[in-house]
Nanobody, 123 residues
Framework: QVHLVESGGGLVQAGGSLRLSCAASGLTFNRYAMGWFRQAPGKEREFAVAINWSDSITYYIDSVKGRFTISRDNAKNTVYLQANNLKPEDTAVYYC????????????????WGQGTQVTVSS
């Protein structure tokens, strides 16, 4: 059984930083693309960032480019999201996702989802 467990969320002031982690188990981690979706209050869930299995390809939505960085450690079965210069509009539940195909992950139909971690940015 696959488990994706997020951690690192919390409350931060605008301009601050957080580092989210997602520990994966039950899958061959180095064969999966990983990513993060987010869902803000009253809004639909949206794709935010993704990384392929070998850390050679990354994707970011425009609103987080230059501020967020996704990375992975295949030895630790963990993916990270470093979020800097946070803005109130980044407030959302952040979900870790995994799929064997990066293309499927980006269009919002990844095979596996975590339970989510809350990020709240105060102004």
């Amino acid at each position: 059984q696959v488990h994706l467990v997020e951690s690192g969320g919390g409350l931060v002031q605008a301009g601050g930083s957080l580092r989210l982690s997602c520990a994966a188990s039950g899958l061959t981690f180095n064969r999966y693309a990983m990513g993060w979706f987010r869902q803000a209050p009253g809004k639909e869930r949206e794709f935010a960032v993704a990384i392929n299995w070998s850390d050679s390809i990354t994707y970011y939505i425009d609103s987080v480019k230059g501020r967020f960085t996704i990375s992975r450690d295949n030895a630790k079965n963990t993916v990270y999201l470093q979020a800097n210069n946070l803005k109130p509009e980044d407030t959302a539940v952040y979900y870790c996702v995994a799929d064997a195909r990066l293309s499927r992950l980006r269009i919002g139909v990844p095979d596996y989802w975590g339970q989510g971690t809350q990020v709240t940015v105060s102004s």
